[in-house]
């Protein structure tokens, strides 16, 4: 058995872009940054504050409904899995990158009013 899934909490580090890889088939991106508080370890060791960031995929309907009502600043819990993936930059650089396809997004602060709380 198993299991390929991601919990995030955090806020939207920018307005999420748009694209139809088909004439009806929408694909969402936006990053979403989680943090780490600071905090000290028992010999006294001083531990920075952390912040990762997250790069976000949605699919069709779910996309629309990012593109309508997630904006920079929201705080989301987001549900999905991870997905790793390389191709090569313009420099023919190999790079890597890993996405969370989200299946699920909730605001966590107050949605537009149409939103209802759901995305």
Request: net charge neutral.
């Amino acid at each position: 058995m198993s299991l390929n899934k991601a919990l995030l909490i955090g806020n939207v580090g920018r307005d999420p872009d748009v694209r139809y890889v088909d004439a009806d088939r929408p694909v969402a991106t936006f990053s979403l940054a989680t943090h780490e508080p600071a905090y000290t370890l028992p010999n006294g060791t001083q531990v920075a504050e952390r912040t990762e960031w997250h790069n976000i995929i949605t699919w069709g309907k779910l996309a629309k409904q990012v593109e309508q009502y997630v904006r920079k600043g929201n705080k989301l819990f987001v549900e999905g899995s991870i997905h790793t993936r390389s191709y090569e930059d313009k420099a023919s650089i190999r790079r890597t990158v890993t996405e969370i396809w989200a299946e699920k997004v909730d605001f966590l602060n107050s949605p537009p009013k149409e939103a209802g709380g759901d995305v």
